[in-house]
């Protein structure tokens, strides 16, 4: 981790990071006094029936943000777009007036102690202050005051969570039911009744078509398209990549987004000023693969969030390193019947022979009780007198993958519900329709058991504890009845300073 912070790119991806993640999260700032005119809240909201300032909060988003930034490292430019940073914020404040109510105190002795033996402050294993106090002015841009409090707050909440589950037990019966549940498998013979048999049979006239369409116009929605141009630095695939060329690739691009960025050249001009070549994607749409750049999140969402002539600031791949611009957007429209014909088609024909489908597989259910009640046939035996084909299924537990059929919750809820022999009703799956019947069961190992139970133990007794805090957390969060005038100020499409 301290390799990567001193890296110059680095730090700038996690400043570029922490700038993206501050100024969005504080809609109301503007300048001062009118942010506190034409009526608008005087407060960041309230807990518990109590004001929460603007300044409270803030401290709060930055000590959330702060957190994330320990816990994630170097991944922190990649994780914090998924941040849900407002209501952690808040969640963070309730759990501290709650941590306050049952006077939970940290000493400055913990804090130190802890603050100590993080190794992200440590030189050779132990506490360097240059490199702490350099970090907190470079990375976390906070004073050892306000940084040693927010690890207070941190550590108080903690302990808060270490109360409300310290009591949380397994008993043997729970620890042996939930191995059973998760480790006996169960084996079955199926009939699958496909759609695709019936398709041939379906013929649609173009009225039908267009009433579908005016029912479903909706999933035949147009998604935005977007345009680029992209300057790109990739990653050599055919040579092992050193260190050392990864580090001048992204010097060089961070040269190049510096430049552009500070306006000392255009895109057009950074790319002839470092030699690179200048690519255009065409217009693609989101989850779309383009060209070389293949199948990128952090490339999409970049081109789809910034605006027609926006630049982008470095976009890291795994192939390498990105700098985008927005050429063109095309907006998100409902399409005409005439211009997406044969999609609206192929979806009426697939409604219509799944139906057909799930009828047919009725019948069969029907004809195959029928004979084993009056022909004393097998499921097997029955299905196959009706030129149907009976599959088996490999061994497979209540939540397990099954080959031929995927991911089928209610497959296998349907089979251990079953005894042996034991024929289910119409199960439906992703491809088409199962009638199944159980051929048995396979109990746990008991040696097996006894050889895994204590590290069974501790990974249950762990989720256990994450759902009672989970459950806990939420009658918390309800009790204290948030009023959140941040949420209230951003739809108004205010704006605010970073602190």
Same mark, same amino acid.
């Given at each position: ?6 890296? *110059? ?21 503007? !300048? ?14 309230? @807990? ?14 930055? !000590? ?15 994780? #914090? ?13 309730? $759990? ?8 939970? *105190? ?6 130190? #102690? ?39 707050? #941190?550590?108080?909440?903690? %302990? ?10 397994? =008993? ?20 699958? @009744?496909?759609?695709? *048999? ?118 890291? =791949?795994?192939?390498?390193? $990105? ?7 095309? %907006? ?60 088996? =299924? ?63 133990? *501790? #990974? ?16 918390? %969060? ?22």
């Amino acid at each position: 981790m301290l390799q990567f912070l001193r890296r *110059k790119g680095t730090i700038k991806k996690i400043m570029w990071a922490l700038a993206a993640i501050i100024v969005p999260a504080f809609v109301l700032w503007g !300048a001062g006094s009118s942010i506190r005119s034409g009526g608008a809240p005087k407060y960041a909201g309230r @807990i518990f029936g109590k004001k929460v300032s603007f300044s409270q909060y803030q401290a709060s988003l930055r !000590a959330f943000r702060n957190q994330a930034l320990l816990i994630y490292g170097e991944e922190f430019s990649r994780v #914090a777009e998924f941040l849900d940073l407002e209501k952690e914020a808040w969640v963070r404040l309730i $759990l501290l007036y709650q941590a306050k109510k049952e006077k939970i *105190k940290v000493s400055n002795k913990e804090v130190i #102690a802890f603050i100590q033996n993080l190794p992200l402050f440590q030189k050779g294993d132990l506490f360097d202050q240059g490199r702490y106090s350099t970090l907190l002015d470079y990375a976390f841009r906070v004073s050892p005051r306000e940084f040693e409090e927010e690890i207070r707050e #941190a550590l108080m909440i903690e %302990e808060l969570k270490n109360k409300v589950i310290g009591k949380i037990s397994l =008993t043997d019966e729970e620890i042996e039911n939930v191995y059973k549940n998760e480790n006996e498998k169960a084996s079955v013979s199926y009939v699958l @009744i496909g759609p695709e *048999k019936f398709q041939d049979q379906i013929h649609l006239s173009h009225e039908e078509l267009e009433d579908y369409h005016i029912i479903h116009r909706s999933e035949f929605k147009k998604p935005e398209q977007v345009n680029v141009q992209y300057i790109s630095l990739y990653f050599n695939e055919e040579e092992p990549l050193q260190d050392e060329l990864k580090v001048a690739l992204e010097d060089k691009i961070w040269q190049i987004s510096d430049d552009i960025q500070d306006g000392v050249v255009s895109f057009e001009e950074a790319a002839k000023k470092y030699e690179v070549q200048v690519k255009e994607t065409g217009f693609f749409a989101p989850q779309e693969a383009i060209g070389d750049i293949g199948l990128s999140y952090e490339f999409l969402n970049a081109a789809f969030s910034l605006k027609v002539g926006q630049v982008s600031k470095v976009i890291e =791949t795994s192939k390498g390193y $990105l700098i985008i611009k927005v050429q063109e957007k095309k %907006e998100a429209y409902l399409a005409e019947l005439e211009e997406i014909k044969d999609k609206v088609e192929q979806a009426l024909i697939e409604q219509r022979s799944k139906a057909l489908a799930k009828d047919e597989a009725k019948n069969v259910l029907f004809q195959v009780k029928k004979m084993i009640d009056e022909e004393n046939l097998s499921f097997s035996k029955a299905v196959e007198k009706l030129n149907l084909t009976v599959q088996e =299924t490999e061994e497979f537990t209540r939540s397990g993958y099954i080959s031929g059929i995927g991911q089928a919750p209610g497959f296998n809820q349907a089979a251990f519900g079953l005894e042996s022999g034991e024929m289910s009703e119409v199960i439906a799956v992703a491809g088409g329709y199962c009638i199944l019947s159980l051929k048995g069961i396979t109990p746990i190992e008991e040696e097996k058991f006894i050889e895994e139970r204590e590290d069974f133990t *501790k #990974a249950l007794l762990v989720r256990k504890k994450d759902i009672y805090y989970r459950i806990w957390l939420g009658k918390l %969060e309800k009790q204290a009845k948030l009023i959140n005038n941040i949420a209230k100020l951003s739809a108004k499409g205010g704006k605010q300073q970073s602190p």
